[in-house]
């Protein structure tokens, strides 16, 4: 009557370790991915910093950087790289009721960007 109890015991026993390695594991992956993420974090504080520094600083700084931010802007919108020619025009559509039917296109915004 003993054997077969000291059996599922010892049965139990190394089921018991099997999952404290598992925990441990899976413990160690949660930690190495907070690392991952307090580093990311670190980095994106220090970087938000500078673009703010460097923002504050100068008018032609914010300049540069809204230019910057425009040109990738609308390099997603028209699906390309805003380099066509030396100069480009680019126009910002929206749709409202008009004249020529429920849904008329309207020149919404025209940028002006030189190339350099």
């Not at 300049?63 to 609308?74: I, M, S």
Request: charged share 20%; aromatic share 6%; proline share 4%.
């Amino acid at each position: 009557m003993i054997q077969p109890l000291k059996t599922e015991l010892e049965k139990l026993v190394a089921l018991n370790h099997d999952l404290e390695r598992h925990r441990s594991g899976a413990y160690e992956g949660i930690k190495r991915h907070l690392k991952q993420l307090e580093a990311s974090a670190a980095t994106l504080s220090g970087q938000t910093t500078a673009l703010s520094t460097a923002l504050m600083g100068s008018a032609q700084a914010r300049g540069n950087w809204g230019e910057v931010t425009l040109r990738r802007l609308f390099g997603l919108l028209v699906n390309d790289e805003v380099s066509h020619g030396p100069n480009t025009f680019v126009q910002l559509f929206k749709t409202h009721a008009g004249p020529c039917g429920p849904w008329h296109l309207k020149v919404d915004t025209t940028v002006f960007i030189k190339n350099p």
